[in-house]
């Protein structure tokens, strides 16, 4: 699959997530070049007159967000749906891998006070299960930059942690954090993974999305695919 093609997915994608939008709608904009895709299509339909707002997960977004026009209101109070795009998807329970681009707190604040969270992407991101992305994919999380080195130590008893840098220095996010990626966890349990993640001082928010998409509308070469959490 061509660059070209797999951009073409993630805008029909997209463009389907878009038509999902009401008349007065609160949204929840993730972050990511999918996420960046609803935003534009949002954007053409407020240009026709349809009247919603929207709470940005990144300043990046937000930025995307006034050049189409979509109007951004303070994050206050619950959103009606929230769109974002995902690292990896698991099919069947639709929980997620987020944070490769590094506004995975943000994110999870606005998926988690959304009525529907719906993911968006490529099929190429569609898995059985989490654990198939290893080693090739992290879990991001999120740590304060006070005493980084120390939660990174903590850290290394569940994986490899790896700061994220740009450029010459590390990354930070736009909550003045910074980011580790976890290499080779375990995550035959992800909810246990999760659960000793947020249990860590110095961990501000991981990348695991679990139990909270409603949806996943997902594109390929036979067109879209839309996903609903399998019944146990």
Known sequence: MTATTRDDHKRLAASHAASLVEDGMLL???????AEQFVRAVGERVAMGLN???????????????????????????????????????RGSLSAIKGLGGALTR??????????????????KVVGCLAEVLPAIPVPVEVLAFGWQVTRSRLSALGEPVARVRGSALFETDNGNYILDLYQPDLSDPERLGALLAGLPGVVE?????????????????????MSVASS
Not at 206 to 226: E, T
Request: aromatic share 4%; hydrophobic share 50%.
């Open 206 to 226: 991981h990348g695991l999305f679990l139990g909270m998409a409603v949806a996943a509308i997902v594109a390929g070469g036979s067109g879209i695919d839309v």
């Open 52 to 90: 919603v707002s929207g709470v940005a997960s990144s300043e990046r977004t937000a930025r995307v967000a006034r050049e189409v026009g979509l109007p951004l209101i303070a994050f206050t109070g619950p959103l009606d749906l929230a769109v974002d795009g995902a690292d990896a998807i698991e």
């Open 28 to 34: 929840g904009l993730g972050s990511g070049t999918t």
């Open 107 to 124: 994110e999870k604040l606005i998926a988690c006070s959304a009525q529907r969270f719906v993911l968006v992407g490529d099929d190429g």
